[in-house]
């Protein structure tokens, strides 16, 4: 059976969709489900624009190809993962677009406030608010899940074969730790350093004692 289509929102939605957001969240979950979101993409041949559920044209069909989620809902002003020349970059999607990031790196993540980049075979943090790089692009790797660098708010990069951890609020350590772990019960960041299993305190500095842990996950 195919699934029923919803409709498109108009502006008077999108207005009481932010009403109901602070003043009745149920009412809220039923609206978002009662409409379809999600963007559009504008053709031109191979390249392509993204238009928005309310028929705003957000960027131009003048891209290779854009990193987006099923069903994403995209917006004025949001940032978007975007192919040009070969390259990957991320625009601001205000109509004509401009870069907030250039188009010169081989991967991108979702653009989060902090994402992982990819240059000339090695990875960095960039941060996207500041427009200038958190670790820059030395790193031999950083794990992703499901193309975001933060599980729980906590990422991790390897640069000289040593493990970093990096929150997605801005900090991190350097590289001295062999390998790290999954979160324990309570959400601490488990590494090994000099082949002992512990955790980071607030100076940044291994340690042994579990209540001096700094790093947690955040579960809720």
Not at 41 to 68: C, H, Q, T, W, Y
Not at 80 to 102: D, L, P, Y
Not at 181 to 196: I, L, R
Request: glycine share 10%.
């Amino acid at each position: 059976m195919e699934k029923e289509k919803l409709p498109r929102p108009a502006a008077d939605d999108y207005l009481r969709r932010k009403e109901l957001e602070k003043k009745d969240p149920d009412a809220w979950v039923d609206m978002m489900n009662s409409f379809d979101w999600s963007h559009e993409l504008i053709k031109d041949g191979d390249l392509v624009g993204i238009r928005s559920a309310l028929g705003e044209d957000l960027l131009p069909p003048i891209f290779e190809n854009f990193k987006l989620m099923t069903n994403q809902e995209v917006n004025f002003g949001d940032r978007v993962v975007a192919r040009h020349e070969g390259k990957w970059g991320v625009m601001i999607a205000n109509g004509k677009g401009f870069w907030r990031i250039r188009p010169e790196f081989d991967y991108i993540g979702y653009p989060n406030d902090l994402t992982h980049v990819l240059k000339d075979g090695k990875w960095g943090v960039f941060d996207l608010v500041n427009g200038d790089y958190l670790i820059k692009p030395e790193c031999e790797e950083i794990p992703e899940w499901n193309g975001f660098m933060f599980m729980n708010r906590i990422g991790f990069y390897k640069k000289d074969g040593k493990w970093g951890v990096v929150t997605d609020w801005g900090t991190f350590t350097k590289p001295i730790f062999e390998e790290y772990g999954g979160d324990t019960d309570d959400g601490q960041v488990e590494v090994m350093y000099q082949g002992k299993w512990g955790y980071i305190n607030e100076k940044n500095e291994f340690t042994l004692d579990e209540d001096e842990a700094y790093y947690y996950y955040h579960l809720d």
